[in-house]
């Protein structure tokens, strides 16, 4: 088992131009969930979805980011018009259910780091 | 709000020293806690939960809900626990939003 995978690890964008961060959850999860990482920060929940839909967006701002976990494919983070604010590591996890018999643990990727110029 | 306090940044002991890695919390009602542990250029993963109440690497952690803290401790250090650790909290009553501490950086000298 591969694992989460994540890709691209690193991305160098812009100011004003979009990002999309790509995460496929270990095989047989179906729950996946994006972190985000500012420097000198921990990590903070984004949004937790499932397959075409999305369960909890609480932590996702407001205006320019979105998420989908399509039927086929990874799930995607889009970031559009892009802020010098927005660097920071992007981390997905994933997890075979939201509570079940391990809650707490969710298997993590090894991150995508965006740095805008 | 939950909250997940790590004090200390960076953390250096010598090999076979004991080793303690503080996080404390501001939870109402009776929390369950985490800490995760990066290795170098490996993912972020669960090292131990307190519910469990086990020890994982010979590192264990315990609640203390007077000083709201769970620091992890290990008795003698190796040098394969020099990693990032991190304390977590779920928030908002679910299981995978956790909040987590910034971190602390622990290097364990030969």
Redesign the interface.
């Given at each position: 088992n591969a694992g989460v995978m994540q890709n691209p690890r690193h991305l160098v964008r812009r100011r004003g131009q979009e990002a999309r961060l790509r995460c496929s959850p270990m095989k047989g999860h179906s729950h996946v969930y994006w972190y985000r990482q500012l420097p000198e920060e921990g990590l903070k929940f984004m949004v937790y979805l499932q397959k075409e839909n999305i369960i909890d967006e609480s932590g996702m701002p407001k205006e320019r980011f979105s998420a989908e976990f399509p039927k086929e494919g990874p799930s995607i983070l889009r970031i559009q018009q892009v802020v010098r604010g927005d660097s920071a590591a992007y981390f997905c996890a994933s997890s075979p259910d939201s509570s079940g018999t391990s809650p707490g643990e969710l298997f993590f990727g090894e991150g995508s780091r965006l740095t805008v110029l | 709000a939950q909250r997940?306090t790590q004090p200390e940044k960076l953390l250096s002991v010598f090999k076979g020293a004991p080793v303690e890695l503080k996080c404390n919390y501001s939870y109402s009602g009776s929390p369950?806690l985490?800490w995760y542990v990066q290795y170098s250029r490996q993912?972020?993963?669960?090292l131990l939960?307190h519910?469990s109440r086990e020890s994982i690497k010979g590192f264990t952690a315990d609640l203390n809900k007077g000083e709201t803290s769970f620091h992890l401790k290990k008795p003698f250090a190796q040098e394969e626990d020099s990693a990032m650790y991190?304390c977590?909290l779920?928030?908002?009553g679910?299981?995978?939003?956790?909040?987590?501490?910034?971190?602390t950086l622990l290097t364990v000298n030969p």
């Open positions: - | 997940v369950e985490f993912r972020l993963q669960l939960r519910i991190y977590a779920p928030s908002g679910s299981n995978y939003k956790l909040t987590f501490g910034k971190g």
